[in-house]
């Protein structure tokens, strides 16, 4: 700490101390951020944070929003992650947020989350997503919540801002808790388990990870029946990129590797596709990355790589194993059925044309690709007919399992 340079360096470090301690004032005045301001005594190293904080955005839940959490508050280092959860690196005062939803990054990063529990398993911290809608600023969090800004702006100059939302942030869950209350889209949490990836999907870091959705499955359901475990591997490993979180909007016409060999990513009016399956529920922010449901099951096993150019999305879904014929598949696992369905929020979709003409909707059925594909009814649900067991008897993995219905 020689010459003028660390003078300027401490000068810095003093100036955003006033500041963030500012804020921390600003927040204690406010009588409807009482319990903000409880929380945040509970924990001196979030405080400390704070006080030396500068460029950042601080979303701060009102008394009611706390009281509406009831028995489910979070304690001790789950509400330290909580509250870092709701501090945004970088300053956004509302008149900056995108009328696109857009996601940025928080303070909670991995070397923060103390607990054993997979908090957050995402380099540079966990998103949230931000979006004006046009009349106000919403928030959109984990298992598909979504937060109102009710006051913008509490605070005004310098290099933090604060907004008070009507609902606390929830914490993004692991791809088989979040995927398994996603009306249409929970099959992929049986299909890891059984290709022996649950853990992996769950715990690696910065994924990325397409879903096909339930209808996509039961399309290529004969194909299902008879894959062997390599097969359901590679399959599953083909809709996953590792080491990259990629939300739609950063999706461009390029190639990603992915577990299982090359992806092609589309953008053609304001449409995502990955190879020739399209995005439908985009943004699913997990624990350790983001899930988009897509409308197809991708092929690892074509011999040629995917040509952007024979795009037709006006046929979408395309079901990508050739031969593969429709069959009610379920994939036999007991699981609880989940306390909640999630459902969509219109703003999720805001940004992306997802949904056009005649095709597949997440609960849909398929239009295009002859026969009728059978609903996945009681696919989460406990069913008395599923089939328990002997997952790795040979003779085709899923074969055994299957439930033809
Ligand atoms: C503020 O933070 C954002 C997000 O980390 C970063 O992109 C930006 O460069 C920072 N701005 C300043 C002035 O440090
Ligand atoms: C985070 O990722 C690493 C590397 O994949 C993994 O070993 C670890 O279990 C993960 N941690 C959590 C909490 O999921
Ligand atoms: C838009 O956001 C505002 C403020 O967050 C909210 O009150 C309003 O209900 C939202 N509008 C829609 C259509 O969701
Ligand atoms: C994926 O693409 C890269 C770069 O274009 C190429 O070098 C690599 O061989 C491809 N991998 C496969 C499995 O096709
Ligand atoms: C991406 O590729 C599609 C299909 O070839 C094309 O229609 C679209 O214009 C391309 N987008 C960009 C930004 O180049």
């Not at 996603?182 to 022996?196: E, K, L, R």
């Not at 092609?264 to 304001?270: E, N, P, R």
């Given at each position: 700490?020689?010459?003028?340079?660390?003078?300027?360096?401490?000068?810095?470090?003093?100036?955003?101390?006033?500041?963030?301690?500012?804020?921390?004032?600003?927040?204690?005045?406010?009588?409807?951020?009482?319990?903000?301001?409880?929380?945040?005594?509970?924990?001196?190293?979030?405080?400390?944070?704070?006080?030396?904080?500068?460029?950042?955005?601080?979303?701060?839940?009102?008394?009611?929003?706390?009281?509406?959490?009831?028995?489910?508050?979070?304690?001790?280092?789950?509400?330290?992650?909580?509250?870092?959860?709701?501090?945004?690196?970088?300053?956004?005062?509302?008149?900056?947020?995108?009328?696109?939803?857009?996601?940025?990054?928080?303070?909670?990063?991995?070397?923060?989350?103390?607990t054993?529990?997979?908090?957050?398993?995402?380099?540079?911290?966990?998103?949230?997503?931000?979006?004006?809608?046009?009349?106000?600023?919403?928030?959109?969090?984990?298992?598909?919540?979504?937060?109102?800004?009710?006051?913008?702006?509490?605070?005004?100059?310098?290099?933090?801002?604060i907004?008070?939302?009507?609902?606390?942030?929830?914490?993004?869950?692991?791809?088989?808790?979040?995927?398994?209350?996603?009306?249409?889209?929970?099959?992929?949490?049986?299909?890891?388990?059984?290709?022996?990836?649950?853990?992996?999907?769950?715990?690696?870091?910065?994924?990325?990870?397409?879903?096909?959705?339930?209808?996509?499955?039961?399309?290529?359901?004969?194909?299902l029946?008879?894959?062997?475990?390599?097969?359901?591997?590679?399959?599953?490993?083909?809709?996953?990129?590792?080491?990259?979180?990629?939300?739609?909007?950063?999706?461009?016409?390029t190639?990603?590797?992915?577990?299982?060999?090359?992806?092609?990513?589309?953008?053609?009016?304001?449409?995502?596709?990955?190879?020739?399956?399209?995005v439908?529920?985009?943004?699913?922010?997990?624990?350790?990355?983001?899930?988009?449901?897509?409308?197809?099951?991708?092929?690892?096993?074509?011999t040629?790589?995917?040509?952007?150019?024979?795009?037709?999305?006006?046929?979408?879904?395309?079901?990508?194993?050739?031969g593969?014929?429709?069959?009610?598949?379920?994939?036999?696992?007991?699981?609880p059925?989940?306390?909640?369905?999630?459902?969509?929020?219109?703003?999720?979709?805001?940004?992306?044309?997802?949904?056009?003409?005649?095709?597949?909707?997440?609960?849909?059925?398929?239009?295009?690709?002859?026969?009728?594909?059978?609903?996945?009814?009681?696919?989460?649900?406990?069913?008395?007919?599923?089939?328990?067991?002997?997952?790795?008897?040979?003779?085709g993995?899923?074969?055994?399992?299957?439930?033809?219905?």
């Amino acid at each position: 700490m020689k010459g003028p340079f660390s003078l300027f360096a401490l000068a810095a470090v003093a100036l955003a101390q006033d500041e963030g301690s500012a804020v921390l004032t600003a927040i204690q005045i406010q009588s409807d951020l009482t319990q903000l301001f409880a929380a945040l005594q509970l924990f001196p190293d979030v405080v400390s944070t704070l006080r030396s904080a500068s460029n950042i955005t601080i979303f701060a839940p009102t008394d009611t929003a706390f009281a509406a959490l009831g028995s489910d508050a979070p304690t001790g280092d789950a509400l330290a992650a909580v509250l870092n959860y709701h501090v945004v690196q970088g300053q956004y005062p509302a008149s900056t947020i995108p009328t696109m939803p857009t996601y940025v990054q928080t303070l909670l990063t991995p070397e923060l989350s103390q607990t054993d529990t997979a908090l957050t398993n995402v380099t540079g911290g966990q998103y949230v997503g931000v979006v004006n809608n046009g009349t106000g600023v919403q928030l959109l969090s984990g298992n598909l919540a979504v937060s109102n800004v009710v006051e913008a702006d509490i605070i005004q100059g310098g290099s933090i801002s604060i907004h008070k939302i009507d609902r606390v942030l929830t914490l993004p869950e692991n791809l088989a808790i979040t995927l398994s209350e996603v009306a249409g889209a929970s099959t992929i949490v049986d299909a890891a388990i059984v290709a022996d990836l649950s853990e992996t999907l769950t715990t690696v870091e910065d994924l990325t990870i397409f879903v096909p959705n339930d209808a996509a499955f039961e399309a290529i359901g004969s194909v299902l029946a008879t894959a062997n475990l390599e097969t359901l591997q590679s399959v599953l490993q083909y809709h996953a990129i590792t080491g990259a979180v990629f939300f739609a909007e950063d999706v461009t016409n390029t190639t990603s590797p992915s577990l299982a060999g090359n992806l092609t990513l589309s953008v053609i009016d304001g449409a995502v596709f990955v190879n020739e399956a399209k995005v439908i529920i985009p943004n699913i922010i997990l624990s350790n990355g983001v899930a988009h449901v897509i409308d197809s099951v991708l092929n690892p096993l074509a011999t040629e790589p995917f040509d952007r150019a024979s795009l037709s999305p006006s046929n979408s879904p395309v079901v990508a194993f050739q031969g593969a014929s429709p069959t009610a598949v379920s994939l036999g696992l007991p699981r609880p059925a989940p306390t909640t369905t999630l459902s969509v929020p219109a703003v999720l979709t805001s940004g992306l044309a997802t949904v056009t003409g005649t095709r597949a909707s997440a609960s849909g059925s398929a239009t295009n690709s002859g026969p009728a594909v059978a609903s996945a009814s009681g696919e989460s649900g406990a069913s008395s007919q599923r089939i328990v067991g002997g997952l790795h008897a040979a003779g085709g993995l899923l074969g055994v399992v299957a439930l033809l219905a």
